[in-house]
């Protein structure tokens, strides 16, 4: 199984930015897929989740209304469009999965796979 993160980079604040997870060796509409971030210094947090089969949605309080994330079964990934960046957005974006949730979307043990990671820059 891999998940490989893409779509980071460096934008102003206020601007967008669309990362994608593209998977192979497991099929994400049967998984759970998530996105986490770690900034410098700090512990990697919950960004949002979408369950396997319905693809309901769910998200942090500090991204809600500004990011979304989809899936696209055909292409076997999972996506978060980032709008209205923020500075406080800058960080290490990781997607991961599990295929029957055990725990909290919210917690990273919850996860059996991981991406490698994707930079994400906010300047203010």
């Known amino acids: 199984v891999q998940l490989q993160a893409s779509g980071g980079g460096l934008v102003q604040a206020g601007g967008s930015l669309r990362l994608a997870c593209a998977a192979s060796?497991?099929?994400?509409?049967?998984?759970?897929g998530g996105w986490f971030r770690q900034a410098p210094g700090k512990e990697r947090e919950f960004v949002s989740v979408?369950?396997?089969?319905?693809?309901?949605?769910y998200y942090a309080d500090s991204v809600k209304g500004r990011f979304t994330t989809s899936r696209d079964n055909a292409k076997n990934t999972v996506y978060l469009q980032m709008n209205s960046l923020k500075p406080e957005d800058t960080a290490v974006y990781y997607c991961?999965?599990?295929?029957?949730?055990?725990?909290?979307?919210?917690?990273?043990?919850?996860?059996?796979?991981w991406g490698q990671g994707t930079q994400v820059t906010v300047s203010s």
């Open positions: 991961a999965a599990v295929s029957r949730l055990k725990g909290s979307v919210v917690l990273r043990a919850t996860y059996d796979y």
């Open positions: 979408i369950t396997r089969y319905d693809g309901n949605t």
């Open positions: 060796g497991l099929t994400f509409s049967t998984y759970t």
